[in-house]
């Protein structure tokens, strides 16, 4: 019994030195944390410079990445949800858009273009907060911020796409999701986490109310 004792304390001390010895290989290792000041600004440099590189505005990057802070600064929140909607606000500002377009050239030139609008408008809207009764689709600022920025870029003087509807759904949709990775980014620069866990948009997010 004392033998048996004796061999279990020496196993032990034995496991207690290999831990001792073991090299920190599953320690963390220190990375750089930015200033939460630094680390925006060199991002929304690097939008100005996106933009100039790629010659189209890149509002929508700003636009994406406020819809994404907002999104989680009280509650958790799926960013998959928030992408989807922002694409699927995109795809209803295109449509208005294509929308608008024919029912004008319907109605004629005695009609204001902006009437035409209304009218598609007034179709579109509900059916897009509708659509964000479903848990998938229930971010729905997030598809007015696409919406949003589809519109913009399309009215935009300044961007050689301007006036093209399939251009401005690209670039609307491609910057608002990089305005996502943007706040990904700046959370990982700032060492600060983006949401305690992922969970459905809250009920308080939606403009269901």
Same mark, same amino acid.
């Given at each position: 019994? $004392?033998?048996?004792? =004796?061999?279990?304390? /020496?196993?032990?001390?034995?496991?207690?030195?290999?831990?001792?010895?073991?090299?920190?290989?599953?320690?963390?290792?220190?990375?750089? +944390?930015?200033?939460?000041?630094?680390?925006?600004?060199? $991002?929304?440099?690097?939008?100005?410079?996106?933009?100039?590189?790629?010659?189209?505005?890149?509002?929508?990057?700003?636009?994406?990445?406020?819809?994404?802070?907002?999104?989680?600064?009280?509650?958790?929140?799926?960013?998959?949800?928030?992408?989807?909607? $922002?694409? +699927?606000?995109?795809?209803?500002?295109?449509?208005?858009?294509?929308?608008?377009?024919?029912?004008?050239?319907?109605?004629?030139? =005695? /009609?204001?273009? %902006?009437?035409?609008?209304?009218? +598609?408008? =007034?179709?579109?809207?509900?059916?897009?907060?509708?659509?964000?009764?479903?848990? =998938?689709?229930?971010?729905?600022?997030?598809?007015?911020?696409?919406?949003?920025? /589809?519109?913009?870029? &399309?009215?935009?003087?300044?961007?050689?796409?301007?006036?093209?509807?399939?251009?401005?759904?690209? /670039?609307?949709?491609?910057?608002?999701?990089?305005?996502? #990775?943007? &706040? %990904?980014?700046?959370?990982?620069?700032? #060492?600060?986490?983006?949401?305690?866990?992922?969970?459905?948009?809250?009920?308080? &997010?939606?403009?269901?109310?």
């Amino acid at each position: 019994m $004392l033998n048996t004792t =004796a061999s279990v304390r /020496v196993e032990l001390e034995s496991v207690a030195v290999d831990e001792r010895d073991r090299p920190a290989m599953d320690e963390p290792r220190p990375r750089v +944390v930015l200033p939460p000041e630094i680390a925006a600004t060199i $991002l929304a440099v690097s939008s100005v410079l996106l933009g100039a590189l790629l010659d189209v505005p890149t509002f929508g990057i700003f636009l994406g990445w406020a819809a994404a802070a907002l999104a989680t600064t009280s509650r958790a929140t799926r960013m998959s949800t928030l992408a989807t909607c $922002l694409m +699927v606000g995109a795809l209803f500002g295109t449509g208005t858009i294509a929308g608008a377009s024919a029912l004008g050239a319907i109605l004629g030139t =005695a /009609v204001p273009l %902006w009437v035409s609008t209304i009218l +598609v408008l =007034a179709v579109a809207n509900p059916l897009m907060i509708l659509l964000g009764r479903a848990s =998938a689709f229930s971010a729905v600022p997030g598809m007015f911020i696409g919406f949003s920025t /589809v519109l913009a870029v &399309h009215l935009i003087e300044a961007a050689p796409i301007s006036g093209n509807v399939l251009g401005a759904l690209l /670039v609307g949709a491609a910057t608002n999701l990089i305005g996502l #990775g943007f &706040h %990904w980014l700046n959370g990982r620069m700032t #060492g600060r986490p983006q949401a305690a866990k992922p969970g459905s948009m809250p009920a308080d &997010h939606t403009l269901m109310k």
